[in-house]
């Protein structure tokens, strides 16, 4: 009786890895659709939980705020990461985020994420506004912005500019 339980193990074991396998598939096929670009965590492994939960807020709005392709968000999981990140790149005068247009890369600070989500939106897009002009200006990031975060209104005022309403 007891030859035959060890026996089995392999047995279970390899259930539990094509399991597991099934499970991993199933995701890699459906993570492309939320955006091109990459997040990669900055000081995660310290704070794994949390980071983790902000991780996912930004891959959610990405779904909607679509960064180029190939280009590269980091989220700082601590203030002292963020410390860092901010002082690699001449401190610009910021708390919450900057982007290094040439470097092709985002910063963002994590702790963006414990405020509401039109504030860490709005961050998002701001950020995205300053790449899509592919300048550093902050009215014309800040326009860009406006618009992606209100896709109808601002077709609708196009709209209205155009017939005269
Ligand atoms: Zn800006």
Request: hydrophobic share 45%.
């Given at each position: 009786m007891k030859h035959i339980s060890v026996s089995l193990w392999p047995l279970?074991?390899?259930?539990?890895?094509?399991?597991?396998?099934?499970?991993?598939?199933?995701?890699?096929?459906?993570?492309?659709?939320?955006?091109?670009?990459?997040?990669?965590?900055?000081?995660?492994?310290?704070?794994a939980p949390q980071c983790n939960l902000w991780r996912a807020a930004l891959q959610e709005?990405?779904?909607?705020l679509q960064?180029?392709?190939?280009?590269?968000?980091?989220?700082?999981?601590?203030r002292s990461y963020w410390d860092t990140?901010?002082?690699?790149?001449d401190s610009p005068r910021t708390n919450t985020a900057f982007s290094k247009l040439r470097g092709r890369t985002t910063v963002l600070n994590g702790?963006?994420?414990?405020?509401s989500r039109p504030f860490y939106r709005g961050i998002i897009a701001h950020e995205l506004g300053h790449i899509k002009c592919d300048c550093a200006d902050e009215?014309?990031?800040?326009?860009?912005?406006?618009e992606l975060q209100h896709p109808l209104e601002s077709k609708d005022s196009s709209e209205a500019a155009t017939t005269g309403k």
């Open positions: 279970l074991f390899f259930l539990f890895a094509m399991n597991a396998w099934a499970t991993e598939t199933k995701v890699t096929s459906t993570a492309p659709v939320t955006s091109a670009a990459r997040v990669r965590l900055d000081g995660g492994f310290q704070n709005e990405l779904k909607t960064y180029p392709p190939g280009w590269t968000i980091t989220v700082t999981c601590l990140a901010r002082r690699n790149a702790e963006i994420f414990q405020q009215a014309t990031a800040e326009r860009i912005a406006w």
